[in-house]
């Protein structure tokens, strides 16, 4: 049989889609192909089973993180857990158990986002092992246990998504899902505003109980300011702000069924302007700048129009709220909130120095028996020293990477746009860190960690994407019956066949 032939009457074509070539870490090298993840029949090839993966938690773990009050938690546990809190470290083990076997699709080999996600959890392991070392009172002992074991959640669902989610489609079907979610709190924040109804009074599920008192509506200037399910109108804002880039995306990406996500869009972008929230105005300006930056000059004059619009019927709708968000930065100097934020520097710069490198442990700097820091750098720095601020911005900046490079790697222009989006939507927390302490609410957290988790994900896909075409481009230009560089490659594999090829070595 020639050498360049496929054996068994199997056409290159479905050679190369029968093989799912592994993602790394790195760019691969042209023609190579990729190490590190087990060779698996396409999930998606006609008549393939499909079975529940890394987007299927995923997406039950978002829709109980937006849609299920923040404020409830499940009853009988010595700490305060929820539902999604259950479910990341069921997402967790699940991965975990993953890494030892070959045979289920998780992804295997160094990310940058698996990395900084390894570095963020030793690091505040380090942390919370240094105070509990040492003498901590039994108030902040107990929850400095409670913040480690939400940092391993976030963790675990993180890495579920970047190693368990390995198409594309799947990777849409998880942020989808997100969207839809978003779409279903922004109606309950516009009944808050508009009918002063708190629907999440009606949403404790059986074996659930509140764990905090007060509403989900407060007042600014006259203005009610909702939450929505979340813990406080700032969060609910920027989460909105964190959403609203990918309902756009697939609006403009949707096709025929375009309206829906276009009426996601406006259901969110109401909700942020429902929370009154100044950080939410802040992140979703920030977003709109490194969208412009990216899109096309069509695309550009299309959201123009689009914002314009809904600005208008907003101005139209609710006389006031647009006056009321301008306020909010006109009147800055003079703003009580803004001064509260600014006063507790001193404080916080007399306790990093006490510990400079890993804080005085994680989650044992609270309200009411410490000052507040409306400012997640700030409580970090307390935390977990400086060792603490600089795992926690190099996580976000490995998941910008990511969605970044895996923009410049695709050639098909949705992945390329949905790296755009999910870098854009992960500079909202780098920005709201600095005007709320974020990690304190677990809606914004958990979908921050989700859309990290995303971001590695798509990396992984473009990789693969960008391997294969390698592979094809190099099988093509070499002379047949001589070996290329993928060959070659693939050949220092024995347990591999080579493309077209019978199995075993040549």
Partial sequence: MPADRPARGVDDQDARRTLTLPALG????????????????????????????????????????????????????????????????????????????????????????????????????????????????????????????????????????????????????????????????????????????????????????????????????????????????????????????????????????????????????????????????????????????????????????????????????FPGLLNTLYGLFANAGTDSSVQYRTHDYDVAATEVARHLWLGRGIGTWYAPKYQVFDNQYILTAVESGAVGVAVFVALFFCGIYSAVRARRLSVDPAPRDLGLTLAACLVVPLVGSATFDLLSFATVTGVAFLLIGASGALLRSAQREAAVRAWEDDHAERAPGRYGAADRAWSRLPWLPLPGRSPGRP
């Fill in 26 to 317: 790195t760019a691969p090298m042209r023609g190579a192909p990729l190490r590190g993840d087990p060779v698996l029949a396409d999930p998606l090839l006609p008549g393939a089973r499909r079975r529940a993966d890394g987007a299927t938690l995923a997406a039950l773990f978002a829709l109980s993180l937006l849609i299920i009050p923040a404020r409830l938690v499940l009853r009988g546990l010595p700490l305060s857990l929820t539902p999604a809190n259950i479910l990341s470290l069921l997402a967790g083990m699940c991965w975990l158990c993953a890494q030892f076997t070959t045979t289920l699709g998780v992804a295997k080999g160094r990310t940058p986002v698996r990395t900084a996600l390894f570095c963020y959890a030793v690091a505040l392991t380090a942390t919370y092992g240094v105070a509990s070392y040492g003498y901590l009172p039994s108030d902040e002992l107990k929850l400095s246990d409670h913040a480690l074991v939400l940092v391993m959640a976030s963790v675990g669902i993180a890495l579920a998504v970047c190693d368990g989610v390995r198409t594309p489609e799947r990777l849409d079907f998880l942020l989808k899902t997100m969207v839809t979610g978003g779409a279903v709190i922004a109606v309950i924040g516009a009944l808050q505003f508009m009918a002063d109804f708190d629907l999440t009074q009606y949403l404790a599920l059986p074996g659930l109980r509140f764990a905090s008192e007060g509403g989900a509506v407060d007042m600014r200037d006259s203005m009610r300011r909702v939450a929505a399910t979340t813990g406080h109108p700032i969060e609910f804002g920027v989460l909105c702000s964190m959403l609203l880039p990918l309902a756009v995306h697939y609006g403009f990406r949707g096709g025929r069924g375009a309206l829906r996500w276009w009426l996601c869009a406006a259901l969110i972008g109401m909700g942020l302007l429902f929370s009154v929230s100044r950080s939410a105005v802040l992140g979703v300006g920030v977003v709109g700048i490194i969208l412009v930056l990216g899109w096309p000059v069509r695309r550009k004059v299309q959201a123009l129009i689009v914002t314009a619009v809904f600005l208008a019927v907003a101005k139209l709708t």
